[in-house]
């Protein structure tokens, strides 16, 4: 079975400033997708980003990059410059091929807090 | 982009009545459908997978008589929590995807309040 561990339960930065969010996650797929959702306080999901696990390449979308090591399970996401709207709970997320019956299963969040 | 409607958004209702929560895919033919509930400050827990005109697949701990699921088309699935009881309060959430490798598409959640 997956798992995704989140270890963050909270964190902090300061407006402008970066900061990481860890996740990592145990499976004995080659195939898989790796997600970060955003959950505000209004509860909607909102897909972060998105990474392949056949792609070496690190996604990026604008303030948000993740730092994909497949030998190590590791998936965190960094957000740069951040910005009061960050705020709200992050998510990580994994997935098998679609196609093969595949269910998301979900890390326990983190919630951050981005300080004026 | 897709969109997933899901209804009601929020819902009161009394212990021991029956509560039916919709899920549609406005855009697009949804294969497959899942279920979440989420306590709060805490992550979502997968209860069941739904897909069209089948039954739904059960997560272990999850009681298939008490919160059924319906996926009777392509773009409806429906979680009735039956007999509900306080403790079923909670937020659920569903989500969609189509065929083969598309993304998939989360509802907005439904609020379950039981008294």
């Known amino acids: 079975a997956q798992t995704v561990t989140q270890s963050q339960p909270e964190m902090s930065v300061q407006e402008a400033e970066t900061v990481t969010l860890s996740c990592t996650y145990d499976t004995s797929e080659n195939n898989y997708y790796l997600f970060w959702y955003k959950q505000p306080p209004s509860r909607q999901m909102i897909l972060v980003i998105r990474?392949?696990?056949?792609?070496?390449q690190n996604a990026t979308e604008n303030r948000f990059s993740v730092n994909f090591q497949k030998a190590a399970k590791s998936f965190s996401l960094k957000i740069s410059d951040s910005q009061l709207g960050d705020t709200a709970m992050y998510f990580c997320a994994f997935i098998k091929v679609y196609n093969q019956g595949g269910k998301l299963i979900f890390g326990q969040g983190t919630e951050l807090s981005v300080k004026p | 982009g897709a969109v997933v409607s899901q209804h009601p958004s929020w819902v009161i209702c009394k212990s021991g009545t029956s509560v039916k929560i919709e899920c549609r895919s406005l855009?697009?033919?949804?294969?497959?459908m899942f279920w979440y509930r989420q306590f709060p400050k805490q992550s979502l827990m997968l209860m069941a997978t739904?897909?069209?005109?089948?039954?739904?697949?059960?997560e272990q701990g999850v009681e298939k008589d008490k919160f059924l699921i319906n996926h009777a088309s392509l773009t409806l699935s429906t979680l009735t929590v039956t007999s509900a009881h306080p403790e079923d309060s909670s937020f659920y959430i569903c989500s969609a995807r189509g065929q083969g490798d598309s993304p998939l598409h989360f509802g907005n959640g439904t609020r379950l309040t039981v008294t």
């Open positions: 990474q392949e696990a056949y792609k070496q």
């Open positions: 855009d697009f033919q949804a294969t497959t």
């Open positions: 739904s897909n069209e005109g089948s039954k739904a697949t059960y």
